[in-house]
């Protein structure tokens, strides 16, 4: 359990680092190269990969393109929730990420053939509303900037899709027996690689205080994947514990800081899509126990 406590605390954490960049005048971009390069050198050290995995990898590889693919989906994506932070806020951020959890059971379902149960369309169902909730804003909102109201809609629902594709790119991965530290230690050196592409297409001024706070963002950003690893691990007879609690901690603490610390205001509507996203993701996991302990079968 402490390991899901300090994988929760790591997540919001990456959160609250993005929301307080422009705050200290940290250049996002700059920040999220140079974490890369942190979070690959912590995998190596403290995952030990399995590196003939990767030196055996060539252009008729079927985990090649999975691995191209998220070179350039974690930095963009990353960007992206970097904007949805500082626009919509970590409350509506952190649910839109964990309500991605419903995008490999989507996948599930229509790519892989899974039979559609009564309790996954109830979850589906919810985690659509809790979507559409927490990218609606209330009337006023609207009327002193529509287009930034689109723009903010637009990042949250960048964020739900881009984590979504990237857990199914990591379970396609694993599937197809590449070991799961091999590939995220070759995702995050081509997604360092990619975004110091980026920078230098820009020409960008580098700021020395936007690239040392590159490694705090890098160790929180990988203290976050090893703790939810080594919880999986001390918890192996009850992973759906695990997930449930990752998502919901993350949306509820995340809620929490957001209100408390921040001064996050959210509306009503905003308010209720957090609460069905917490209850989507209890109806993923804990409904065919409830309903077995009722008598009913889904």
């Not at 590196?51 to 590889?61: D, E, G, K, R, W």
């Not at 009564?118 to 009337?139: D, E, H, N, R, Y």
């Not at 960008?204 to 990988?222: D, E, K, Q, R, V």
């Not at 989507?280 to 309903?291: E, H, M, P, Q, S």
Request: glycine share 6%; charged share 10%; proline share 2%.
């Amino acid at each position: 359990m402490n390991y899901l406590i300090l994988a929760i605390l790591a997540s919001v954490a990456v959160s609250v680092f993005l929301k307080l960049a422009r705050t200290y005048h940290i250049q996002t971009e700059q920040a999220i190269f140079v974490n890369y390069s942190v979070a690959a050198s912590a995998t190596y050290f403290f995952l030990t990969p399995d590196i003939t995995a990767l030196t055996s990898l060539n252009l008729q590889s079927p985990a090649l393109p999975i691995i191209l693919a998220l070179g350039v989906l974690l930095p963009s994506i990353f960007i992206v929730m970097a904007h949805a932070v500082r626009h919509a806020g970590i409350i509506k951020t952190d649910a839109a990420q964990r309500l991605a959890l419903f995008i490999p059971i989507l996948a599930a379902l229509t790519i892989f053939d899974e039979a559609l149960t009564l309790q996954k369309k109830i979850g589906l169902g919810l985690a659509f509303a809790a979507l559409f909730c927490l990218i609606t804003k209330s009337s006023s909102s609207k009327s002193r900037g529509a287009s930034n109201a689109g723009a903010v809609a637009l990042c949250l629902i960048a964020v739900w899709l881009g984590f979504g594709i990237i857990d199914v790119l990591f379970k396609q991965t694993a599937k197809m027996g590449s070991a799961f530290p091999a590939t995220l230690l070759a995702a995050f050196v081509l997604s360092g690689a990619v975004m110091l592409v980026y920078l230098l297409a820009k020409r960008t001024a580098w700021h020395a205080t936007s690239l040392a706070s590159g490694i705090i963002l890098g160790a929180l950003n990988f203290a976050n994947i090893w703790c939810y690893v080594r919880a999986h691990q001390a918890m192996k007879d009850t992973p759906t514990t695990v997930f449930a609690g990752m998502n919901v901690g993350v949306i509820a603490l995340g809620a929490i800081v957001g209100a408390v610390v921040f001064r996050e205001r959210i509306s009503r509507l905003n308010m209720l899509g957090i609460v069905l996203a917490i209850s989507a993701i209890g109806c993923l996991f804990y409904l065919d126990k409830l309903a077995s302990m009722l008598g009913f079968a889904l």
